[in-house]
């Protein structure tokens, strides 16, 4: 059975770093695609980060530039090194995977297109 399993959350002040790790089983992470989401209290869950089968990545406005995404293939997880947080960024992150093919020209960072989802992992950002 595919199981995923997000790790690395925590409480961090404004400016600080986290890298969030998911470990994968039952699948091959680089034959996927995957993305990060994340949901605010009271919020919708919003896609964050993508990555697909040959390396394209995505990334939603509000964390360009601060985000990275990427593929462990010898750990086969999905990672995301978060730079410079703030506040805003305090969320449940979710990792998620789409079985099968991958969808469309680049990385979706939509909901519908990925089936696969982990339990997700606090971050909590102080000013």
């Known amino acids: 059975q595919v199981q995923l399993v997000e790790s690395g959350g925590g409480s961090v002040q404004a400016g600080g770093s986290l890298r969030l790790s998911c470990v994968v089983s039952?699948?091959?992470?680089?034959?996927?695609?995957m993305a990060w989401f994340r949901q605010p209290p009271g919020k919708e869950r919003e896609g964050v980060a993508a990555?697909?089968?040959?390396?394209?990545?995505r990334y939603a406005d509000s964390v360009k530039g601060r985000f990275t995404i990427s593929q462990d293939n010898t750990k086969n997880t999905l990672d995301l090194q978060m730079d410079s947080l703030k506040p805003e960024d305090t969320a449940m992150y979710f990792c998620a995977a789409r079985s099968g093919s991958c969808y469309g020209p680049v990385p979706s960072l939509e909901q519908p297109i990925y089936n696969l989802w982990g339990q997700g992992t606090q971050v909590t950002v102080s000013s």
């Open positions: 039952g699948l091959t992470v680089r034959s996927h695609c």
């Open positions: 990555i697909d089968s040959v390396g394209t990545t």
